[in-house]
């Protein structure tokens, strides 16, 4: 019998001085998948906003959504907020996706977390929406997608869908839940779609991971959070494994991530042995790929930089106590221009800057002390003239 979210929450929070006898037992990898994105903790308590700043810091513009609030900031390096949205419903905000123009796409997702907040919602599928810069809804696309949109130079945009499927080799008695991999029209109409299940399974190189059947007896087989056509790069290496149209992915569940080539082939997989839980798979100019590795198990995440021509790890980012970064859902990182790394660590609901040597050079804390999917850092000249002229008046960073 499966758990409740309650129990194993106290599960993996419990510590050595729990006083009474027997102690919890530890959750299991497959309950520690299924939790939600929910921040179960609370941060150290102290200041909230920025909190480190050095000079040693990417210069840009940082964004981030409040998932639970059902909001979007744009803020300075120094912290100044120079736009919100927001859109409060009885959905939480998947994936936020900013345009140049100050235009969002949402994903929306039903969240049984808002029950008492919503008591006559009866859940819908997920959904994308686009917000204007003054957060109205231009329009609606009601396609199942979660967790990621590029949006692509034509204005078209890939995002990851869902969708539940009978598939004997995976659960003779449970539906599986297959990931697509969509092309969507600026307008949010289907294009083209993928399956993951297919091109793996037809691909023979994977061995899938088992995966039990969650609390709504459905078999999450990949929860894939993360895809990246290479044509948003300005340069790739050399080779068939770095075309432009080729496509990474991340695989929570399996513990993997890809490469796919345009036709649906995949060029290259790793992880099943060294991840556990992964988000935010990408690629990097030099060819490696950055990740941001969970640890479920372990209670300690890290970045992991990988070149796949080797499979060889060349750079990790831990602090010296592991255990002091460990967030087991939700988690992000971004290469920066300087070569810096953004981390986002969602379970203290905050963000990161560290250089190629370890060293924090920026922090931020969200003032709401709500679960922070990512923080993306743009450059200056990222927005256009128009929607850089409804900011209020402050220093560049």
Not at 365 to 393: G, H, I, L, N
Request: with cysteine; glycine share 6%; hydrophobic share 35%.
């Amino acid at each position: 019998m499966r758990r409740s979210l309650a129990s194993v929450l106290v599960a993996v929070f419990a510590t050595a001085a729990a006083q009474t006898p027997p102690p919890p037992t530890p959750p299991t990898i497959d309950e520690l998948r299924s939790l939600p994105y929910a921040a179960p903790g609370k941060p150290a308590e102290g200041k909230t906003g920025v909190i480190t700043n050095s000079r040693f810091a990417q210069p840009g513009y940082n964004f981030y959504g409040d998932r639970f609030n059902n909001r979007a900031t744009l803020l300075t390096n120094d912290g100044a907020t120079l736009r919100t949205w927001s859109r409060p419903n009885s959905s939480s905000w998947g994936h936020v996706e900013l345009l140049p123009s100050g235009e969002l796409l949402v994903i929306e997702c039903w969240d049984a977390l808002k029950k008492d907040r919503y008591p006559n919602e009866k859940g819908f599928e997920s959904r994308i929406v686009k917000l204007a810069p003054d957060s109205h809804v231009e329009w609606t696309s009601h396609i199942p997608a979660h967790h990621d949109i590029q949006v692509l130079a034509d204005g078209s945009f890939l995002t990851l869908t869902e969708r539940r499927r009978q598939i004997d080799a995976v659960d003779k008695t449970q539906l599986t839940i297959d990931n697509g991999i969509a092309l969507l029209a600026g307008n949010g109409s289907l294009m083209k779609e993928k399956s993951l299940y297919q091109i793996l399974e037809r691909s023979r190189k994977v061995t899938f991971k088992s995966v039990k059947p969650d609390e709504r007896g459905l078999v999450d087989l990949f929860h894939t959070n993360s895809i990246q056509r290479f044509s948003a790069l300005k340069s790739l290496p050399p080779g068939p494994m770095y075309d432009r149209n080729n496509i990474l992915f991340c695989s929570r569940h399996q513990d993997l991530i890809g490469i796919i080539s345009e036709k649906g082939r995949l060029l290259w997989s790793w992880g099943q042995k060294e991840l556990s839980g992964p988000h935010s798979a990408r690629l990097l100019p030099n060819g490696d790929i950055l990740v941001f590795d969970n640890g479920l198990g372990r209670k300690a995440s890290r970045i992991v930089e990988v070149d796949p021509r080797t499979d060889r790890i060349v750079w990790t980012y831990q602090p010296e106590r592991a255990e002091d970064f460990y967030s087991a859902t939700g988690g992000y990182c971004q290469h920066l221009p300087n070569g810096n790394v953004l981390v986002t660590d969602s379970w203290q609901y905050s963000a990161f800057e560290v250089t190629p040597e370890r060293r924090v050079v920026w922090r931020f804390v969200s003032p709401e002390k709500s679960f922070v999917y990512r923080m993306d850092r743009y450059a200056f000249d990222f927005f256009t003239p128009r929607f850089r002229q409804s900011w209020p008046s402050v220093p560049p960073r």
